[in-house]
């Protein structure tokens, strides 16, 4: 029986202006996935860690990512699977994504590598889909694909990969329950097309201030007239926490996904340490329990260890 | 009495999914401007061309866009201006961008070139709110940086040069009145959320695209589903001349600027000569009049001749 451990990591979706399009993958936290290939069919699945997730194939966004895999497959394989989850699930931080996209990496790479990054992200997508009710890529694909992704259209699934320089992430998640569902139905259906436009200028100004390495137009770029004026208001501590990082040296940063996961771009590790530390000294005042990171860009992604018996 | 004599090139605004926010410049056509500069206080303008234009300084838009200039000058200088247009106004080609660019980068060389690009495009700025209404700066900064540029925010200017890998332009403007304020007036001031999130996709694909010399994603990212929909109603012919050009190879295209022009980005020059061919067979069985341009990115923006006396 072979088996491999993947690690998959956290993810933040939207990245500011890029709202449901842009995805970048972190290097802390990550889940731990140990995946064995088998004659014996079906789909087994264990949960080494705290959060008491479905361990029933059907009801688990990492079984229902492979069972649609396994659904063009013409051999009858079976599967192993053992999670233990770093990322809590309802952070912000693509907790569900990292189950999804690093199952079908961990099945992928079992089978021989037969499927292409695109196929991995459709399958992973029925994960999502579970999730949240929605097949969305802007998690799983910076997994998969590692850096940071462009989702240019879901139907038909368009994924870019793009280039940019070396930056330190600080993250906050306060340990408050935002609902991804309750986070996009309090969003308006139609927008004024004069934010639009602002928006599109932003996130047009991000894609060139990654590919161009110019940080000063990163930071100008990380602005979001949509979405944050909105879902910040059901994350305590958020405006205090963007003001007092950015003053700091922080290049920008916003809401993780849908929340209530908070992350800060810096250039250098030094501000990203006091950016933390502005958090920290945030949420100790609030009483709220709280966790953070200070990380960076994963840019290989998902990573597969093969396991010798 | 030293003189310039400058080429300010015609301008494609929005490039399809980015209204508002992207331009770039083109070689062909342009305009002339010869710009002297004197001791004898005052502007005086002469148009040697069939448009019959205002040479009043205050009613001209070269004229504005040199007063706000002087405003910021010590000395009191004069100036000689001879406008040979070949950029049709209401073309939806930036011929007022090319009067306003064209007369200010003249001005700047003649003085020593004391102000930068960004303050050359603050000026004729206001060249452009005498034509249109509004300052915008989608035509002037290409013309005045070359190539393709982002205007990621116009208050404060924040102006993004992207590269782009060589194209061919096939641009034919069929000679129907379109009024800028009038293309502003129909469109809605709301869009469907999921409609901007397409459209921020794609402008963040283009970009990408442009960046990654990538003919696909350019091509893929070439859609725009806000504001075109609307305003091609007002140019007769655009489905005809988008769907057969781009069946015959174009990258993509649309309306320029406003319109009624319509340009389509090709690889090959070939192609672009047969798009030609295409958009001249559509208007000649209309009976509309129209000009047709096959033509490539402008990289150097406005040129400036030295005039030996």
Known sequence: MSSVTVHAPATIANLVCGFDVLGLALNDPYDVMKLSISETPGIRIQHNDVYNLPTIPEQNVAGVSLLEMMQELDSHYGFDLVIEKHIKPGSGLGSSAASAAGVVVAANHLLGNIFSKEDLVRFAMAGEKLASGVKHADN?????????????????????????????????????????????????????????????????????????????????????????????????????????????????????????????????????????????????NTGLKYHTYVTTINNEGIKVEVNNH
Chains 1, 2 share one sequence.
């Open 140 to 284: 799983i694909s910076p997994g998969i694909y590692g850096g940071i992704t462009l989702i240019r259209s879901i139907f038909p699934l368009d994924i870019v990969s793009l280039t940019a320089p070396p930056m330190y992430v600080a993250v906050v998640h306060p340990q408050i329950e935002v609902k991804t569902s309750d986070a996009r139905e309090i969003l308006r259906k139609e927008v004024l097309l004069k934010d639009a436009i602002k928006q599109w200028g932003n996130i047009a100004g991000l894609v060139a201030g990654f590919m161009k390495n110019d940080y000063g137009l990163i930071s100008r770029s990380l602005e979001d007239v949509i979405i944050e004026p909105v879902r910040s208001m059901l994350i305590p501590g958020f405006d205090d926490v963007k003001k007092k990082s950015v003053d700091a040296g922080a290049l920008g940063g916003g809401i993780s996904g849908s929340g209530p996961s908070i992350f800060m771009l810096c250039e250098e590790k030094n501000t990203a340490l006091k950016v933390e530390k502005i958090m920290k000294d945030i949420y100790d």
